[in-house]
């Protein structure tokens, strides 16, 4: 069973940079789809960005494309997620997400994804 163990988070400032770790545990198969959503109080889960195994040019949510950016290792099988110029609409819980197979489904749906990280919380003060 694969499991994924987030790292990174936690308080910071409007303006500051945070990089966030996704660490894949007990994987023995490929993955096709790597990808991060947040979750905000009161709000769905939104898709924040997405790599596929086989296209090198990640899928941004738009709105936020100039400020994060994923990217992944493959040697330690880790994901992650580096936003810039933190806002405090930024506030949310992140999860990594990945998928073993394509299931059809679109990279910013997160029923196209088998497994999730446990969450790291993120709070940007203004």
């Known amino acids: 069973q694969v499991q994924l163990v987030q790292t990174g988070g936690g308080l910071v400032q409007a303006g500051d940079s945070l990089r966030l770790s996704c660490k894949a545990q007990g994987r023995t198969r490929g993955t096709y789809r790597w990808a991060w959503f947040r979750q905000a109080p009161g709000k769905e889960r939104e898709f924040v960005a997405a790599l596929t195994w086989n296209n090198p040019t990640p899928y941004y949510k738009e709105s936020l494309k100039d400020r994060f950016v994923i990217s992944r290792d493959d040697a330690s099988d880790t994901l992650f997620l580096d936003i810039s110029t933190l806002e405090p609409e930024d506030t949310a819980v992140y999860y990594c997400?990945?998928?073993?197979?394509?299931?059809?489904?679109?990279?910013?749906?997160?029923?196209?994804?088998?497994?999730w990280g446990q969450g790291t919380q993120v709070t940007v003060s203004s």
């Open positions: 997400t990945d998928a073993d197979i394509d299931y059809g489904v679109r990279a910013d749906r997160p029923e196209g994804y088998d497994y």
